[in-house]
T-cell receptor
Framework: SQTIHQWPATLVQPVGSPLSLECTVE??????LYWYRQAAGRGLQLLFYSVGIGQISSEVPQNLSASRPQDRQFILSSKKLLLSDSGFYLC???????????FGNGTRLTVT | GNSVTQMEGPVTLSEEAFLTINCTYT??????LFWYVQYPGEGLQLLLK?????DKGSNKGFEATYRKETTSFHLEKGSVQVSDSAVYFCALTHSSASKIIFGSGTRLSIRP
């Protein structure tokens, strides 16, 4: 069966520090991968998605970036965090456009 | 473009009450429709889905019917429990679209 791993679960970082969040999927190949952010009490904001290795689509211009160095690995990064980057970050995957998304457990990021 | 509109929350009910959370959509063609549930501090979990008109998705006592004539996918449960307290998201995907469209979420609180 397929599983998705996302880490770390929680992170507290100072303003201006770098960020790296990792997500891996097991038990499938060539998944579509997604990064979402959820501000407190708010809905989901799509940040990036990828339909293949090295293919990244950005939804919102900001100081975050994403990379897909391997088929089942998706990384969210920042060179310098802002206070406004605080939130709950969710990685998700699906097999194709008709499939539902499957989410990781999320990373709670607090920028201080 | 494609969009999802769901009722604003929060919704507060007493245990064993009947639940309806409204969801309507705008899409060309025949999208697939989903309900997701998010418990506090966790990622989203797929609750149920329907892939064509008149399909009924069901899980854990929840049901939703894909109504193409009214472009709706309302979530219902006959008797809610305290453990159903969570945020519920309606979503759609299309075979030609790389992204899933989510509603803004409805927070449900059940009183004992």
């Amino acid at each position: 069966s397929q599983t998705i791993h996302q880490w770390p679960a929680t992170l507290v970082q100072p303003v201006g520090s770098p960020l790296s969040l990792e997500c891996t999927v097991e038990g499938t190949s060539n998944p579509n991968l997604y990064w979402y952010r959820q501000a407190a009490g708010r809905g989901l904001q799509l940040l990036f998605y990828s339909v293949g290795i090295g293919q990244i689509s950005s939804e919102v211009p900001q100081n975050l970036s994403a990379s897909r160095p391997q088929d089942r690995q998706f990384i969210l990064s920042s060179k310098k965090l802002l206070l406004s980057d605080s939130g709950f970050y969710l990685c998700a995957w699906r097999q194709n456009y008709n499939s539902p998304l499957h989410f990781g457990n999320g990373t709670r990021l607090t920028v201080t | 473009g494609n969009s999802v509109t769901q009722m604003e929350g929060p919704v507060t009910l007493s245990e064993e009450a009947f639940l309806t959370i409204n969801c309507t959509y705008t899409a060309t063609g025949y999208p697939s429709l989903f309900w997701y549930v998010q418990y506090p501090g966790e990622g989203l979990q797929l609750l149920l889905k329907a892939t064509k008109a008149d399909d009924k998705g069901s899980n854990k006592g929840f049901e939703a019917t894909y109504r193409k004539e009214t472009t709706s996918f309302h979530l219902e449960k006959g008797s809610v429990q305290v453990s159903d307290s969570a945020v519920y998201f309606c979503a759609l995907t299309h075979s030609s679209a790389s992204k899933i469209i989510f509603g803004s979420g409805t927070r449900l609180s059940i009183r004992p």
